[in-house]
């Protein structure tokens, strides 16, 4: 019995260079995310976002104290998955405040790359503004949450509020930051570019 051959024959000439420009540009868009994910860059960090890296490491300890106790000794610890839960809000929340002021939030910026620069600008501004509104309200709001929270976590005698206010400090300081990156568009010194890799 003869094998057919003909099934993997080469396409014709004509869609080939087509096919070898598109492996090419995903070839160099993934070389592109290779290396900006191999290099971390920690020359811009603050001494605000030491919080979020201090957050980060007790929770990475916690987790692995409750892996540790459950998987290993056969006696987890209870108080370490609430606590975990809460730490891991507090990361959250306090890396979106260095996220705002690095602009490494996640956008979709599709159609913005289509518009001409001044309604970039303009829409880039509106953006601004709303998040700075937005935030700002939802800052206020843990803060009523947290003078309203009744009782104690459950593991440790901490009243519940604390965990809403830290939350409003977060958006308090994300608040901050987008004005801030909002009076600076305004004022023309912040560019209208996107931050991070598109892969459109």
Known sequence: MQANTTAFAPADSKAEPLDDTLQRDMDVLFEQWQAEEAH???SDLRWTDILVFALFWVLFGVVFLQFFTRYVLNDSLGWTEEIARYLLI?????????AMRKGSHISVEALLVFLPPRAKHAVLLAVDALVALFCGAMAWYAYQLGALAPGYMVSID?????????????LAGVTVHAALRFVRRLRGREADTTHGLILD
């Open 40 to 42: 971390v860059d920690l």
């Open 158 to 170: 901490v009243p519940k509020g604390y965990m809403y206010w830290a939350v409003a400090g977060a």
């Open 90 to 98: 507090g990361v959250t929340f306090f890396g979106s405040v260095t």
